[in-house]
């Protein structure tokens, strides 16, 4: 199957920083890929739909101006946290869409202090 | 509010056994239905699939029944394995959408 990574696959930060984590299909090109969110004994929930050269499409209640999503090629989307706060820290995971199905990332664990 | 419900959060069987997890769902749009396996710290694998125009679809060991009159879908697993102890999501997608909308997850754990 297609196998999508993310980076870093965890990461602490202080209150106030901005956090990247990277998304990359590895073996295949991905137009359109998805980001989520979990929260422990939670399910997954989607955040946001990028889309390759493109502005994404964010989920209701969702900011846009916090979750900065840029998906620049084919096989990149990152994922940008500003001004992270305690509350953000979470298990953020990618999926990629290819030939109908979404293959999805290993997730980044974010703690912010 | 949940669309996607898995009302048992935890499941523990014994290996051999079956094992059968149950979702629900309130939207009567969802068009395709999914199951997730998952393990902690990784993200989700896709297992079996069925669409909203069948009542079963079965893989191997994996079963999927759907009841759409129900609202009801439910994964078999037959015989279970202790390599298949995990997390187990069911997902829905609307029509003509990319968009998944997962349940809370249940964990399976099975026993020798």
């Known amino acids: 199957g297609a196998v999508v990574s993310q980076h870093p696959s965890w990461v602490i930060c202080k209150s106030g920083t901005s956090v990247k984590i990277e998304c990359r299909s590895l073996d295949f090109q991905a137009t359109t890929m998805f980001w989520y969110r979990q929260f422990p004994k939670q399910s997954l929930m989607l955040m946001a739909t990028?889309?390759?050269?493109?502005?994404?499409?964010?989920e209701q209640g969702v900011e846009k101006d916090k979750f900065l999503i840029n998906h620049a090629s084919l096989t990149l989307s990152t994922l940008t946290v500003t001004s992270a706060h305690p509350e953000d820290s979470s298990f953020y995971i990618c999926?990629?869409?290819?030939?109908?199905?979404?293959?999805f990332g290993p997730g980044t664990r974010l703690t912010v202090l | 509010d949940q669309q996607v419900k898995q009302n048992s959060p935890s499941l523990s069987v014994q290996e051999g056994r079956i094992s059968i997890l149950n979702c629900d769902y309130t939207?009567?749009?969802?068009?395709?239905f999914l199951w997730y396996k998952k393990y902690p710290a990784e993200g989700p694998t896709f297992l079996i699939s069925?669409?909203?125009?069948?009542d079963k679809n079965e893989d191997g060991r994996f079963t999927v029944f759907l009841n759409k009159s129900a609202k009801h879908l439910s994964l078999h697993i037959v015989p279970s394995q202790p390599g298949d102890s995990a997390v187990y999501f069911c997902a829905a997608t609307l029509y003509n959408t990319d968009k998944l909308i997962f349940g809370t997850g249940t964990r399976l754990q099975v026993f020798p």
């Open positions: 069925i669409s909203s125009i069948k």
């Open positions: 990028s889309n390759e050269g493109s502005k994404a499409t964010y």
């Open positions: 939207n009567s749009m969802f068009d395709y």
């Open positions: 999926s990629a869409r290819a030939n109908n199905e979404q293959f």
